[in-house]
DNA sequence: CCGTTGTTTACCGTAACCGACAAAAGTCGG
DNA sequence: CCGACTTTTGTCGGTTACGGTAAACAACGG
């Protein structure tokens, strides 16, 4: 249940309707959790039934009534709680990996492409994260504890996408190297045989 | 199917069974995506179905008779085609983030013992990946195709566990710095009233 | 009039996770 | 020698998570 406490955390910062909630997770948590409005009615709800939040309806005309969240002391204890076990720590699950372990197996020029599309986009992620970074925290600090757990998360999002990033730089050099070596020794017939998957 | 696509990735190397494959996703491939072996299974059932691979009996005296799966020529085009397909950069999903997002609700101390014993589990694999490196690239270089996907898997694990050691650090640090500051001001009850969630 | 923004909900399918069961042989303790 | 436990090889069922399509319904903009 970690999207739950994920909501949980958000709403420590302020109460919120699961829609600006789905924006949340579409800026700034959502640059480490992606989660839909889907996801997130349904675990409002079920966190609602657990008491641990509370929904004040805001009767509006025109569009549909809003419910904002808040936090319950219940919820507030729960967040304490699942906070204060320990975490688990996550596995990579990069799609580009299993591509990689079966290199030999498959061709090279989409994964080229792919490399350097997903360079330029860690890079873009990290210039995002290095802007944000310099417009919150231009001194490197932070005050208080809040802040602080804002600054390491941002620090953490930005040298995670310059480490990728500089793996794809790597990646494509090595490839190049490769590609000069053994050129013509592999797995070269052409794709396009027409038939596609539709999954 | 992503997972489905890791099988064939692994059964391009050899054939294997089920047990076999259930203990690389405990090793190599499983230091970036984990899978236990009820969901090998289920998967293997699938692609079998699919005709993508094809399952030869061995009888066994003993022990149940064990299926040895083979990629067939489908199965292979059906991989180059998912290789084929751009990746999709995935999000990082660490449950550590929510807490840090949350830092100012939540009590430090378990935050802290958790920081600490993160950087021990990130610093052991770091130390794994670079001792596997040592004994399968000496020279840091690689000889052919494969064994150049390998290197690089091998080096963006190595560099991955060395980013979130080093944040880890990084935020202990600045979590000492931070209590040393304001001591006494956040929430420091204590938290064992003894109810416990379940899950 | 049609598309977009705002706000919430419903249905459905797939993917992933998790715990149990089965069956037969090998191993260890008493 | 009997029972318990582990290894090897799988199956079954349930729950959570994830994702897409879309339906309400008003206002606002072109």
Chains 1, 2 share one sequence.
Not at 124 to 141: A, M, S, V, W
């Amino acid at each position: 249940m970690a999207l739950g406490d994920a909501i949980l955390a958000c709403l420590t910062e302020r109460p919120m309707t699961g829609y600006e909630l789905a924006k949340t997770f579409d800026s700034s948590i959502g640059f480490f959790w992606k989660a839909d409005h889907q996801q997130i009615y349904r675990e409002l709800s079920k966190l609602r039934d657990r008491g641990y939040i509370q929904g004040r309806e805001v009767v509006q005309t025109g569009k549909p009534n809003k419910l904002i969240y808040t936090l319950t002391p219940e919820g507030r204890t729960a967040l304490r709680h699942w906070a204060a076990r320990p975490s688990t720590p996550p596995s990579i699950k990069d799609d580009l990996l299993i591509r990689l372990h079966a290199l030999d197996s498959i061709d090279i020029e989409p994964i080229r492409t792919d490399l350097m599309d997903r360079l330029e986009h860690h890079r873009d992620r990290h210039e995002n994260y290095e802007r944000i970074l310099k417009k919150r925290f231009p001194e490197g600090t932070a005050s208080d504890v809040l802040d602080l757990g804002n600054l390491l998360l941002l620090r953490l999002g930005a040298r995670h996408e310059q480490m990728v990033a500089d793996f794809c730089e790597e990646a494509l050099d090595a490839l190049s190297a490769m590609s000069g070596k053994d050129k013509g020794t592999g797995t070269v017939v052409p794709l396009d045989d027409g038939k596609r998957e539709k999954g």
